[in-house]
């Protein structure tokens, strides 16, 4: 399938944030946005397919007006199934604006890739002046209940946040099990799991940042005292910081990735952090 969705985040008269939902193909469907306590809006994206087939190309846009808020999230994990002979690679594409002064945490379930999944996936997210937001991702080794572990053959993965002025963060990961063993210490080591978390406020003096970074990495440090789980932090060259996390399983990354959020939402935007409302 081809398939594009395109979500539109503004304030209205009464100061809320309201959703728009300007284009929806399927597998997409959005079926609307709930109120959330700070005057934003939450949606969640459903494939009505249940994961990404061999050849899909899923495309998503998501706007976030200038001092609106926003949560975007997922009804479940995003399986990757796997790769259809003579089909092409499964791909998504997900381009996000926020507007200036606006808010949006974007936080999906984990990624689920299947054995012989090929897939690739790219991000791109442009800042406009003190923007906020606020991402994590989530990666599974496959579906571990099957007795998969690493068992795709590839997947591919570009990330990049920028403002008017400069990329803040570019990263590009190929993930080839069949080729480079994922259990090198150069890559996963004795860990399956692997998570990424990122806040960004645009204009935010560097200072700042160190010190979110400190409490950060003190943070992980502390749950890394328990075993199962490692990670760390650190202030990217400019506006904003990205914590990295390696687990031997799926239970701990969503607490360490509830703590680092909670206490960055605070440090951004001095309110509280507000776990999405899960629809099924």
């Avoid at 390696?246 to 951004?268: C, E, G, Q, T």
Wanted: proline share 5%; charged share 25%; with cysteine.
């Amino acid at each position: 399938m081809k398939a594009r969705l395109e979500l539109r985040f503004a304030r209205g008269h009464g100061g809320d944030t309201r959703l728009a939902v300007t284009e929806q193909q399927p597998p997409w469907r959005v079926l609307r946005a709930f109120p959330i306590e700070d005057g934003g809006a939450l949606a969640h994206l459903q494939n009505v397919s249940g994961g990404v087939l061999a050849g899909d190309q899923l495309e998503m846009e998501i706007h976030v007006a200038a001092g609106a808020i926003a949560q975007v999230t997922t009804t479940g994990a995003t399986r990757l199934y796997r790769h259809r002979a003579g089909a092409e690679d499964s791909s998504q594409q997900t381009r996000i604006h926020v507007g200036a002064e606006a808010c949006l945490e974007y936080l999906p379930d984990m990624t689920i890739p299947f054995a012989g999944a090929r897939h690739q996936q790219s991000t791109s997210v442009y800042l406009a002046p003190g923007a906020n937001f606020l991402w994590w991702e989530v990666l599974a080794p496959g579906r571990q209940a099957m007795g998969e572990r690493f068992a795709f053959d590839h997947l591919r993965i570009a990330n990049e946040i920028r403002t008017a002025e400069r990329p803040l963060l570019q990263e590009k990961i190929l993930l080839e099990p069949a080729r480079r063993r994922m259990e090198s210490e150069a890559r996963m080591g004795p860990y399956t799991h692997a998570a990424s978390f990122y806040a960004i406020r645009c204009g935010e003096p560097a200072a700042r940042w160190l010190e979110l970074e400190e409490e950060l990495n003190r943070s992980c440090a502390e749950f890394s005292k328990a075993g199962h789980i490692i990670g760390g932090s650190s202030a990217l060259a400019a506006d904003g910081i990205a914590v990295r996390a390696l687990s031997d399983s799926a239970l701990p990354l969503p607490r360490l990735l509830a703590h680092v959020w909670r206490i960055s939402k605070r440090f951004l935007t001095g309110r509280d952090a507000i776990l999405p409302r899960k629809v099924y």
